[in-house]
């Protein structure tokens, strides 16, 4: 099965800094990257996507790249407010196969 | 339809003791998806249902966990002679997809089981 690599898994940054949290995969055939934030004490919840036919993709302040030769993929959160304090998950998944998940990067937004 | 509803939120049970999980996925979605989640480590894949059909189980899947969708709408996860090593958050989510397209996972809230 994939194989989904995630750092750093705790990142601290000061408010209105960027942050950046980095997944390896490891199954080429994965075609399907979505990114996940979860609060303490509630359900995950997408906050971005990217299928593997495009390199970047960016919603407001959050954006996330893809490069498939390396089989590495990318969050990037700029302008960070204490609100994106949480813990994010990066996940892969190949086809209508399940997804599998990274071990979570822990972001704390420091006011 | 307000997303994936699962309950009962908390469980608490003596080790031995089976339980029953109820997930209620978004209407319009056909696949259904099990996920176990231990403190501070990403979600486990367990199973997976297109429809009322269980298409992939994880090795995880041990053979004291059963996991039903009888009518391809709500799902049900049972874990027969609970072990404290099963105490996690039991997570359905469910999503809307045709052959390699989807559209994406909606997450319940979770199940949290605590075996004592």
């Known amino acids: 099965g994939e194989n989904v690599e995630q750092h750093p898994s705790t990142l601290s940054v000061q408010e209105g800094d960027s942050a950046v949290i980095k997944c390896t995969y490891s199954?080429?055939?994965?075609?399907?990257f979505p990114w996940y934030k979860q609060e303490l004490g509630k359900r995950p919840q997408l906050i971005i996507d990217?299928?593997?036919?495009?390199g970047e993709k960016k919603d407001q302040r959050i954006a996330v790249t893809l490069n498939k030769t390396a089989k590495h993929f990318s969050l990037h959160i700029t302008e960070t407010q204490p609100e994106d304090s949480a813990v994010y998950f990066c996940?892969?998944?190949?086809?209508?196969?399940?997804?599998?998940f990274g071990t979570g990067t822990r972001l704390t937004v420091i006011p | 339809d307000t997303g994936v509803s699962q309950d009962p939120r908390h469980k608490i049970t003596k080790r031995g003791q089976n339980v029953t999980f109820r997930c209620d996925p978004i209407?319009?979605?056909?696949?259904l998806y099990w996920y176990r989640q231990t403190l501070g480590q990403g979600p486990e894949f367990l199973t997976y249902?297109?429809?009322?059909?269980?298409?992939?189980k994880s090795r995880l899947l041990s053979d004291r966990f059963s996991a039903e969708r009888p009518k391809g709408s709500f799902s049900t996860l049972e874990i027969q002679r609970t072990e404290q090593g099963d105490s996690a958050m039991y997570l359905c989510?469910?999503?809307?997809?045709?052959?390699?397209?989807?559209?994406?996972?909606?997450f319940g809230s979770g199940t949290r089981l605590t075996v004592v």
């Open positions: 989510a469910s999503s809307r997809g045709q052959g390699k397209l989807d559209y994406g996972y909606t």
């Open positions: 199954d080429s055939a994965s075609n399907y």
């Open positions: 990217i299928r593997s036919n495009v």
């Open positions: 996940a892969a998944r190949m086809g209508a196969n399940n997804l599998f």
């Open positions: 209407s319009e979605h056909n696949r």
């Open positions: 249902f297109q429809n009322e059909a269980q298409l992939e």
